[in-house]
């Protein structure tokens, strides 16, 4: 009903629906945020990690905090599922859960905040103390057409904070930097102030020496990737700003062991590496991809899709990106919603370049089939298949309609029964 609406109306009028709803909500469940230190989080990828991250800093030095996710929304011990499709849920529910964590004892939120959401005022009202930024790279022109107008959504997370956290090394620091906000920067070089160097990677975990300002102490992330890297120092920025000790940062990261649908391993017994990411961008899918392919002696097959009545821009931009690193992609459906998902595909492999229809990259619009396909063509133990795209998510959207549906319980089945 809202999308006829916001294509009748156009989407301007439709945000101040939403302002409407912020503004009822604040007002019923009495201004919430005002009575907690808000940090948000925002950025194209890394949000979901790095707002674990910071929960697990300031969890470990004591301090009272609950947080807010795509995954989901943890208060206290207990967890609350935020809806479909979600990272910033609506006004209600987001005030609701504001609620609740005053109610709980949290002192501290930490909220994954979207360029949709601060367009439309869902985030109205919400006191933010602290502003991070991960990267901003293309996504979601959709709604917001250019790049410009993305950056210009994000900045507004910006306004009016006490501290503001800059990636250095990511293109959006030139549209940011001059925030009046900015209180540190973060990248793996010493021009920032608080950097990285030293970064030694596996398949599984990563460590480096983390600087910050005038210390130096030692990090073992038991998450992988560079990209990882780049998520853990946005949060000791933020255990910095909060006085947090180096200690509880060390064993605070620590302890974030693995997020639900990124970069998650699934074994069965296989004799290859099987895993599932959340992967949707060009960035994403080319950070993940570039990650793997020195560690993946045999075959890199990878199976993904594009979102439809999203951005379709960025579909070539991902053909591109597989095809520069992957031997074998197989494209298949990613909520297609109305979309043709034929047409979806033929968009993305505009961008396949190196690789040949039939031989190794194929197009099956079946999600589990072409997530069984990709299985069987792992040879052995220096190969790796990944189904990016999805990650955590519960549903697919078939054509409007949604179904439920986990790409990790779907390749578990898979792996079961090709080992019968």
Known sequence: MLDFFRKILGQKLINYYHLIQALLANLIYGFPSRKLRVIGVTGTDGKTTTVNLIAGILTEAGLAVSFLSTINARIGDKEYDTGLHTTTPSPFLLQK???QMVKNGSRYAVLEVTSHALDQFRTWGINFETAVATNITHEHLDYHKTYEEYVRAKAKLFKNVEYGILNMDDKSFEYLKNSPSTSLTYGVSNAAQVWAEEIKENFKTVDFTAHILNSTFHIHLPLPGRFNVYNALAAICVGSIYKVPHEAMQKGLQKVSAIPGRM??????????????????????????????PKVAGKLIIVFGAAGERDSAKRPLMGRSADEFADLIILTREDNR???????????ASGIQKRVRGRDYFVIPDRREAIRFALRQ??????????AGKG?????????????????????????????
Not at 378 to 387: H, K, L, R, T, W
């Open 97 to 99: 859960l504001l609620s």
């Open 338 to 348: 109305s979309e043709y998902i034929l047409e979806i595909c033929k968009q993305i």
């Open 378 to 387: 792992a040879q052995g133990s220096n190969d790796a298949v990944v189904i």
């Open 264 to 293: 998650e391993f699934i074994d069965e017994g296989q004799d290859f590496y099987a895993m599932v990411d959340f992967a949707h961008t060009p960035n994403a899918l080319r950070a993940l991809l570039s990650f793997l392919r």
């Open 392 to 420: 955590h998510e519960q549903s697919l959207n078939i054509d409007g309609a949604e179904i439920p549906w986990d790409d990790r319980e779907v390749m578990r089945e898979e792996l079961k029964e090709s080992s019968k």
